[in-house]
């Protein structure tokens, strides 16, 4: 291989590496997303939790208020009664009647009282919750918009870093590209060329220790390319750019 060659081919390996890796940072962007769509969720749960509180405390003070209006009703009944009665038997059991619903009407109302000093720590509640609420929520949406717009540039540097790659692979032959991306395809870390030199005499892929004689053709002969014995992979002592 040409030293040309060589130099485009490390080239070409550092976009890859760079491809591989804005490519794994858009593909974990949606699932980010979601979290961030998933903590604003939780954060209205909040509210519509205490919103389910005050509802539930409304019905009971409207239930007892009803119970109130039908006591009332009945009293006023008894009343009339009252006007109508024959003996004196039934008089002192209509005025009996009568106190104990007064009596059920007065705890119902102290009830009903209770009720309403609960709604109204529960509406103040509300009402400091909502501000966190909003204010959490605003800072998720935020960071969400950020996100996005990092999507929209990280995207457009993938699109200008496979036009580049595209430029580069035109001036390699086809069988040294062929060869490289078979071992890149090969290969976990993506990196199919290892740069040798003169500090250390492993293999900069695997680190396995190179034969003395290959260490020293590969130190002497920049311009060539050779393989490492134990992973395959291309080596050079030709310094990238
Ligand atoms: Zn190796």
Do not use: W
Request: with cysteine.
């Amino acid at each position: 291989m040409e030293k040309e060659v060589i130099k485009n081919l490390l080239q070409i390996q550092e976009i890859d590496k760079e491809i591989y890796q804005l490519e794994k940072i858009i593909s974990d962007y949606p699932e980010e997303i979601k979290k961030l769509e998933k903590q604003k969720e939780e954060e209205l749960k909040k509210l519509k939790e205490i919103d389910g509180r005050i509802k539930k405390l409304n019905m009971e003070k409207k239930n007892k208020e009803l119970d109130i209006e039908e006591l009332k009703e009945k009293i006023r009944k008894t009343e009339k009664a009252l006007n109508n009665v024959k003996t004196n038997h039934e008089y002192r059991e209509l005025l009996r009647q009568k106190a104990l619903r007064e009596k059920e009407i007065l705890n119902l109302e102290d009830e009903v009282l209770n009720l309403m000093e609960k709604l109204e720590e529960l509406e103040k509640e509300r009402e400091e919750l909502k501000k966190v609420v909003d204010s959490d929520i605003k800072k998720i949406d935020r960071v969400i918009e950020e996100k996005k717009k990092k999507l929209e540039e990280e995207k457009k540097r993938l699109e200008e870093l496979r036009l580049k790659r595209e430029e580069l692979a035109k001036k390699i032959d086809e069988k040294s590209l062929n060869e490289y991306e078979l071992l890149r395809k090969k290969t976990k870390n993506g990196i199919v060329i290892g740069v040798v030199d003169s500090d250390s005499d492993a293999c900069p892929v695997c680190f396995m220790v190179l034969p003395p004689r290959l260490y020293s053709e590969i130190l002497k002969n920049p311009d060539k390319i050779f393989r490492c014995p134990n992973c395959g992979r291309f080596l050079t002592s030709l310094e990238g750019d």
